[in-house]
Each structure stands twice: as C-alpha cells, then as structure tokens.
C-alpha cells in the first residue's frame, strides 16, 4: 500500500532548508539574477558547505534493495522534500550549488556502484540536447567510438544547464547511428578534459542565475570505465527495447526532481501574493463558503488545490521511485503537471498583485520568469502527454525526451 507521509528523517530538515533559503538565497537572489554572470557566485561555497555541514539534501540509496510497498526513507523522497523547499528560495541558486547537478541523478539512475563509488562526490551536468536533436531520441549525433582503453567523443551539445560551472558532464551519445536510440550510451566527462569546449553561455529570461552552455567534444578521449552502466548494444530488438528503457530510468529520477522545482517556485509565489495582500488587509479565510469568497479569494484557493494536486503526484513518482516500482508515466504525470502549475501559478500572482507583481520592487516577477523553463526542459508538456499516453495504451514510454 502507498504512503506518502513523508517520515520524520526527510521532514525533520524542513526548517534549516527553509532558514536556509530565506536567510542565503533571498539576499543575494536579485543581485545575481541582474548580474547574470558566468562564474560561480562566490557565496555558494560558503553556502554549500554550510547545507553539506547540516546533513545536505542527498541521501544514498541502498544498493540492490528489492521492491516493497513499505514507505522507505528513499535518496528520491528526500531529494524531492529538500529541493522544494531549496527553490522555494531561488531555483536558480538551487541548480548553481557545488554538488547539486542534473547529472548527478543520471548517475544514481544508471552508474553501477562500484562507478558511483570510483566517481566520489559529483557536480555533473548532463547533456542531452543538440542542434539537431531534442525530444527525438533516435536523432542523436553525437558518437563515442572504443579506441583500446579509451572512448573518443565526436559532437555538439546545446542548452546544457550548468554545463559552464559544473566539474563534470554526463553525455548523451551513441555507439552506432545505424541503431538509432538503442545503441545511445551516457558517459561521465570530466571538465578540462582536452577536446571538450563550452563555446558559450545562453542569456535567457528566467534562471539567469544558473547557466546554459553549449559544449563541443572533438576527438574528446575518456577512460573506457567511465561509460554509464552496460557497455554492450543489444542483439535484438527486445533486448534492445530492454536495454534503452534502462537508459531512460534517468528521466524517471530526474523529471519528479524537476517537478519539485515548480514546487517551490509555486509556494514562494503563493506565499508572497499572501503576505503582500495582508499589508493591504486582505487574508484568505479558508472558512468562508465557496459562495462567499470574492475573486481574488477563489483565486488563491484554486491556485492552492492545484498546488496540492502536483504535490502528490510528484511524491508518488518519488516514491514508487524509492521502492523500486516502474514509474515512468507517473514520472511524466508529476512533471506534466507541475511544469504547467508552476508557471500558472507565478503569472496568477503576479496578476493578483498588479504594479508590485510586475515591478522589481519584490521578487514575483523573478518567480514567474524562472518558473516558465521547468514546464520545458526535462520534457515539454507535449512530450510528457506522448508519454503518458503511451503508457496507458501499452506502448511504451520511449518516444522521446528533451534534455535539461
């Protein structure tokens, strides 16, 4: 049976996370947000080092646990639980932290332990998209050829977030064109290593903070123990069905930890519409009938259904995560909905809150502008429709997916 009562070794975090967003994050939010600059802002050192001194927000998974419906205090549970409140401080500052990188999941998703050990503590990118390949996996370009001990990378990546800071990159890339999606491996790349360039860094309208890079690899050599998982191509076609739904675990870990960034983009939304409307005397009364609220009143009530609605979701996928249960459309169902709750929740309050919403006199409109990419990347609502849609009429989940 599911419980999603989130135990007390995940909820006890909950108000050093939060202390540590309002009294970390906020201050210096506004100021990176306007710099949009390519260096690491120097206060998260100081910054990660005191969250990793107050037990940090990953929890190691045990390895080889069987499945069970008890409610584990699972590495995705917690991952969620202090991502939400973490972004309820600044998503941007959440995704720029030493050690916190996208591509730190798709190694818990797919490296074996002895590779998670080997690697150590990670800051990893992951890069998945190309000039020619978003969401159509069989499109990939990007090759990794055996050269005796070492794996020589040849392509070109775009839109890889922290790919400019980040000290490691988990690449997307295939062995053999021919095979399309089935032949596509991950590979964990050390920055510097020679061959591999960020040739530049996005500007964009939200998470101006963390950066977008665009990396080339030419002739890029790495170890040949640093691929991800099974080396080997599938024979045939079932087993290589088998083999690149293994891949795609990634984004069945990834995309509820992207989820919970909409989360926090949504609560700190929500909270600040709440405490502006107080100074104008103006408090939501949960009491009151549905036929006596007033507009803005059934706004903020919708707003925090849906919220709840999304919030489930994701900690269902987490969960099911956890326990080992296949998850990949409950995975897309959280994202789908909370990518989409996320930014209507944001645009709402800015709405509700007029020229203070709009205007740089608090962070709403921040919020609103970050809030758009998490309804994008990790997959577009019209990706997570396909693949749930897929799942439900039994025809699989490997039709696509868009890079973070």
Known sequence: MINLELPTSITSKDTLLRQFSLDGFRPISRKYDDLEQKEMPEELYALADLLKAGGGVRKKKPANEPASDEN???????????????????????????????????????????QKEAFGELFAAMAIT??????????????????????????????????????????????????????IKSFLVPKGTPGMTVVRTEKKMGLRISDTAQIVFDNCRIP??????????????????????GVMQTFDNTRPLVAAQALGVARASLDLTQDLLKEKEIELDYSKGYWNLSAVENDLMEMEAD??????????????????????????????????????????????????????????????????????????????????????????????????
């Not at 401080?89 to 996208?102: C, E, H, W």
């Not at 800071?165 to 999606?181: F, I, N, P």
């Open 72 to 114: 584990k205090n699972g590495s995705n549970m917690n991952m969620i639980n202090a991502s939400q409140q973490l972004c309820w401080g600044d998503v941007g500052l959440f995704l720029a932290m030493p050690t916190i990188g996208l591509g730190n999941a798709a190694v818990d998703a797919v490296a074996s332990p002895e």
């Open 307 to 404: 919220f709840e609605a999304a919030r489930l979701l994701i900690y269902k996928a987490a969960w099911m995560a956890d326990n080992k249960h296949p998850n990949s459309k409950e995975a897309s169902m959280s994202k789908a909905k909370a990518g989409r709750m996320g930014n209507a929740v944001a645009l709402k309050c800015v709405e509700i809150c007029g020229q203070l919403g709009y205007s740089k006199a608090d962070l709403l409109e921040k919020f609103a502008r970050d809030s758009k990419i998490i309804d994008i990347y990790e997959g577009t609502q019209q990706i997570q429709q396909l693949i749930i849609a897929r799942q439900v009429l039994g025809k699989g989940s490997s039709a696509g997916f868009l890079s973070a």
């Open 130 to 183: 190309e000039p020619g390949a978003g969401s159509d996996s069989a499109a990939i370009r990007t090759t990794a050829t055996l050269d005796g001990d070492e794996w020589v990378l040849n392509g070109e990546k775009i839109f890889v977030t922290d790919g400019y800071r980040s000290k490691q990159v988990v690449l997307w890339a295939t062995l053999d064109k021919s095979l399309g999606k089935a032949a």
């Open 224 to 245: 040949k123990a640093n691929i991800l998982g099974n080396p080997e191509i599938a024979k045939n076609a079932e087993e290589r069905k088998k083999a690149f739904g």
